[in-house]
Every structure is written in C-alpha cells, then in structure tokens.
C-alpha cells in the first residue's frame, strides 16, 4: 500500500472538522439558565436546535451553526419543571454570553467563538452627477 500525503492531510482535516476542539466544558453547569421563559420560547439569542440522548450528540450539533458561541445539554432525566419539560434539550448560544451557573443534570460547553457582527450597511449611491461631460455642463450653467 502506498501512503499519499495529500490523502493523510484531508483526512486529518476532516478529523478535526467533525471533532471539534472544546476550549470550556462546564459538567453541571447550565449557561442558559435563568434566560429562558419555557423550553420553547427562548430570546433571539438562545435557539433550541433538537433533542439529543447525550451531552456530546449536542455539542457536535452545536458546531454545525456558524452564529453559535456556546452550547447547554439538559438531560434526558433533567426533571420536568412547571413551565415545561427540558429534558434531553440542546441550546446554543448567539451572543457571546458565558456565565454557566451550578445545575444538576445540565452540562454547557463555551465554544471560543465570538458573536458574529453584522455586515456593515451599505454606503448610500452617490447622486448621479448633474453633467455628462463638460460640454453638458457648460450649457447647463447658461440655461440657469
């Protein structure tokens, strides 16, 4: 078998694409709580991508989304709570916030990424210049 370099470097690539390097894990620790009326409705910041039978099926989803800076895992056996049931519930973060607080059966992950920026707005068109050549010009300065 021969070994080829370029085969070694892509699959190596493609190693680090699908696992991701993990720069915080916080185990029980839950960096949306608080944030959060029902496990559905969630600020603009916060989106439920799925639910998941374990914390890492969570955390690789959570790489799948550009905008993501963090990612929270409830357990499948997190306890129901009044307003609704959490369990086996992924979030990511959008806004760069990171402050995981102690919870049982919750695990957080900060991902070492910024909250994408905006694109800049456009700059506004210029007018359209009043002459189409200095002849244009000329006569348009007469006529007024």
């Known amino acids: 078998m021969r070994f080829s370099l370029a085969l070694a470097v892509s699959q190596a690539h493609a190693t680090q694409e699908s696992n991701p390097v993990r720069t915080s894990f916080a185990p029980s620790n839950n960096n949306v709580l608080g944030a959060m009326q029902t496990p559905a409705g969630n600020p603009p910041s916060i989106v439920?991508?799925?639910?998941?039978?374990?914390?890492?099926?969570?955390e690789q989803a959570a790489y799948g989304y550009s905008r993501a800076t963090s990612w929270t895992y409830h357990h499948c056996n997190f306890p129901p709570a009044g307003y609704g049931n959490y369990s086996c519930h992924c979030y990511i973060r959008t806004d760069g916030v990171w402050n995981p607080l102690?919870?049982?059966?919750?695990?957080?992950g900060d991902m070492g990424r910024s909250p994408l920026q905006p694109s800049p707005s456009p700059s506004p068109t210029p007018p359209p210049p009043l002459c189409a050549n200095e002849l244009d010009c000329g006569l348009t300065e007469c006529a007024t």
């Open 102 to 108: 102690p919870e049982a059966c919750v695990d957080s």
């Open 48 to 58: 439920a991508i799925g639910t998941f039978s374990v914390a890492t099926e969570c």
